[in-house]
């Protein structure tokens, strides 16, 4: 099985920064991508940024020039870096990893079990 633990939410001002971390860890061959998606009460889980291997990055419309995503490829860790954060931006966070767990072996989608961000002065 894999495991996606989070970590690095909590309650931040308006203009503030916070990082959040995302560890894979279990039986893993190949990571294809990770990344980060959030889901606000009463709306749709929506996503965030994301990381693919090779490099890519993605980012939603309204994180960009905001939000960094980053990998760390020997800790198998995707961080986000979050700045001048919004009330907007107040969400669960929950991690995501497309990951096949042996050679020639089918990608899965795994989640963490969410993190969360309240920005409010």
């Known amino acids: 099985q894999v495991q996606l633990v989070e970590s690095g939410g909590g309650l931040v001002q308006p203009g503030g920064s916070l990082t959040l971390s995302c560890t894979a860890s279990g039986t893993i061959f190949s990571t294809y991508a990770m990344g980060w998606y959030r889901q606000a009460p009463g709306k749709q889980r929506e996503l965030v940024a994301s990381?693919?291997?090779?490099?890519?990055?993605n980012y939603a419309d309204s994180v960009k020039g905001r939000f960094t995503v980053f990998r760390d490829n020997a800790k198998n860790t995707v961080y986000l870096q979050m700045n001048n954060l919004k009330p907007t931006d107040t969400a669960a966070y929950y991690c995501?990893?497309?990951?096949?767990?042996?050679?020639?072996?089918?990608?899965?989608?795994?989640w963490g079990q969410g993190t969360q961000v309240t920005v409010s002065s």
């Open positions: 995501h990893a497309e990951i096949s767990q042996q050679q020639g072996g089918f990608k899965s989608d795994f």
């Open positions: 990381w693919r291997s090779g490099g890519s990055t």
